[in-house]
């Protein structure tokens, strides 16, 4: 069992700046590819970024490169999202979600169906 709680997620005004965090249960979390999504309301879950299980490489959505920085803590089982320059285009839910397979040393997936586990989400709204 695998248990996945992001937290930091606001309301910030365009230009602002957010910092997300994802706490995960188990004792496997190395192991895993860990990735932050989005979704916003009528619109399908879309990835942002992901990193690597030793957090050596990281692979970012174009709308967030520049902006968005990834990185995680082995030691306290925990992923985060640094998000700066916030534009009201980046409000939705976010959420973060583990990837236990095995798809090769340079691959970081940003399919859905990849990640196993997933997060309640959190909110982050932006506003102009």
């Known amino acids: 069992q695998v248990q996945l709680v992001e937290s930091g997620g606001g309301l910030v005004q365009a230009g602002g700046s957010l910092r997300l965090s994802c706490a995960a249960s188990?004792?496997?979390?190395?192991?895993?590819?860990m990735g932050w999504f989005r979704q916003a309301p009528g619109e399908e879950r879309e990835f942002v970024a992901a990193?690597?299980?030793?957090?050596?490489?990281?692979y970012y959505a174009d709308s967030v490169k520049g902006r968005f920085t990834i990185s995680r803590d082995n030691t306290k089982n925990m992923v985060y999202l640094q998000m700066n320059s916030l534009k009201p285009e980046d409000t939705a839910v976010y959420y973060c979600?583990?990837?236990?397979?095995?798809?090769?040393?340079?691959?970081?997936?940003?399919?859905?169906?990849?990640?196993?586990?997933w997060g309640q989400g959190t909110q982050v709204t932006v506003s102009s």
């Open positions: 990193i690597s299980q030793t957090g050596g490489s990281t």
């Open positions: 188990g004792r496997t979390f190395s192991r895993a590819v």
């Open positions: 979600a583990a990837d236990f397979g095995y798809r090769g040393t340079f691959y970081l997936s940003r399919g859905r169906d990849d990640y196993n586990y």
